[in-house]
């Protein structure tokens, strides 16, 4: 379900959401196995981490079927159909689109047909930086794309299946050295899984042994649910193989390790580990580190459930204020296709969330979250909250101001919208009307990571991004689909399509780059292109 500063109203209304992760990738080898089965639990076990779309790929060892579709994973299999979906083999993959809109032909996994005979699907977790040089290199080679898909995923597959004289394995390790940006991938032919991940391993990619097989996931979590035994993380600039042969190992880029640092924040789930730590355990000592740097007289410590709890349940221990539920989530206001009345927008998190009004009557609450984005959610809260006879909201957060927009696989506000971009602590406070604020420091919270900062990417909190970025803002979720509208028509030429990727970076180029000209083409996060020019 939904979680976190603005995933409470997203539901309701698309214009109001908070970071949302790219996908969630599974896959599967293993023989004598219910593979569409497994991969169907291990996408349930990663929902969170993509809630549009979902798609699973089989082989029997003679031919690559994909199934997918928009809606939740639940939404998009049946029995019927996961009996349908016979072999192996698998991958699987569950998304929030950060380069490309959401649409079925942008669903994933991708497949492509190589001249060769070979069937290549692939599943993607992050984003590429590159996006527009590899449209151009398609083009200019004259491979054929999917016309109607404008995601940077469909152009690796059209790379890797570019290559007939190569196996997939050597043509992936031709391919992947060009990519910049994040990515954590499950590829798949008729009879080998791979596995790969970018050089600083921003995403989370890790490797589990099954009784009869392997598997490897997004996170953890989706390794215990399919019952498979955590055996090590991918490495950074590592690619695996899985066959009949059993498990290989390849080096295609030196590692360089910049783990995301907001996966231990908000995007795992609280039961996954990462870089040998838990997410809850992590999750709670921010809230300890929370209350020491942050101390208020309170009567209580309440979470906003669900994402705020670990968090809630730290500064509780460390600051000796009672713990309790102080506010009620409706468990079954999900995503919905009825389009919200203006009435209903009112509602807001009402529809969501409920104060227990003989909890919080009469008291000074601490209020723990994992984050602030627009501060819609939080002002709505406070307002709640002392409408049900709370006497003080003191608001602290789990994570520091989100000041800068991702570009490797989070969908953040615009950079316009955040909140913590143009107001000043005491400014947010007064905005949603808290009595007091506090957010965790970068120190902090790094320390309750247990990773070194120099392993980790904090340029959501600090703008430093360890990936370099093309110029000219030549960057965004929408790019291909400018491309495509000159240049992935049937008719079109090589020439044709090339011309195309040049007429679109020399627009960006000649641009300027104002929040009022800065669309949705520009920027990986809309309106964040400004990240890219800073002083």
């Not at 929030?96 to 994933?108: D, R």
Request: aromatic share 6%.
């Amino acid at each position: 379900m939904p979680r976190g500063d603005g995933r409470l109203t997203d539901d309701l209304d698309p214009q109001e959401h908070g970071p949302r992760d790219a996908c969630g990738v599974f896959g599967v080898w293993a023989p004598e196995e219910e593979v569409a089965k497994l991969t169907y639990f291990g996408l349930f076990a990663l929902q969170h981490r993509g809630q549009e779309a979902a798609g699973i790929a089989v082989s029997d060892g003679s031919g690559v079927v994909v199934y997918k579709d928009l809606g939740l994973v639940s939404q998009v299999f049946d029995e019927p159909t996961l009996a349908s979906l016979r072999g192996h083999l698998a991958i699987g993959h569950t998304r929030y689109s950060t380069t490309g809109g959401s649409n079925w032909e942008n669903a994933q996994p991708t497949i492509r047909a190589t001249t060769a005979g070979t069937t290549i699907a692939l599943a993607h977790n992050g984003n590429l930086v590159n996006t527009a040089e590899l449209a151009r290199e398609v083009a200019e080679r004259g491979l054929e794309n999917d016309r109607l898909a404008t995601s940077d995923t469909a152009l690796v597959t059209t790379l890797l299946a570019a290559r007939p004289d190569l196996s997939v394995e050597a043509a992936a390790l031709e391919v992947l050295p060009r990519l910049r940006g994040a990515f954590s991938f499950v590829f798949m032919d008729e009879s080998t899984l791979y596995a790969a991940r970018d050089a600083q391993g921003v995403r989370p990619l890790v490797l589990g042994r099954m009784e009869r097989g392997w598997v490897v996931a997004s996170e953890t979590a989706a390794l215990d649910i399919v019952g498979a035994s955590f055996v090590r993380e991918v490495e950074p600039g590592e690619m695996i193989a899985v066959d009949e042969h059993g498990l290989r190992s390849s080096r295609f880029a030196a590692p360089e390790p910049k783990g995301c640092l907001f996966e231990y924040v908000y995007l795992a789930r609280p039961d996954t580990t990462i870089a040998g730590r838990n997410m809850y355990s992590a999750r709670v000592e921010i809230g300890r580190r929370l209350a020491k740097e942050h101390p208020v007289e309170a009567d209580l410590v309440i979470p906003v459930p669900e994402s705020g709890t670990p968090a809630a349940i730290g500064y509780a221990e460390a600051s000796g204020i009672p713990y309790s539920a102080g506010l009620t989530k409706n468990a079954y206001v999900g995503r919905t296709f009825i389009q919200p009345s203006q009435t209903i927008r009112q509602l807001g998190i009402r529809l969501k969330l409920n104060p227990l009004r003989e909890v919080v009557r009469g008291k000074r609450l601490v209020v723990v979250d994992d984050s602030i984005v627009r501060g819609n959610t939080q002002r709505a809260l406070v307002r709640m909250l002392r409408e049900a006879g709370a006497v003080e909201v003191h608001v602290r957060i789990s994570s520091p101001p989100v000041q800068w927009p991702c570009f490797y696989g989070i969908d953040f506000a615009t950079r316009a919208e955040l909140i913590a971009n143009g107001l000043e602590i005491d400014g947010i406070r007064r905005s949603i009307g808290a009595d007091s604020l506090g957010y965790v420091s970068l120190d902090g919270l790094v320390a309750a990571t247990e990773q070194p900062k120099t392993r980790l990417c904090m340029a959501c909190f600090d703008g430093q991004y360890p990936i370099e970025l093309p110029a000219g803002d030549l960057i965004g979720k929408h790019l291909l689909e400018g491309v495509g509208r000159r240049a992935a028509m049937p008719s079109a030429t090589p020439e044709e399509a090339t011309a195309a990727v040049a007429e679109l970076e020399a627009e960006y180029e000649n641009a300027e780059h104002t929040d009022e000209n800065r669309g949705a083409p520009l920027v990986a996060s809309p309106g964040g292109g400004d990240a890219l020019n800073r002083p």
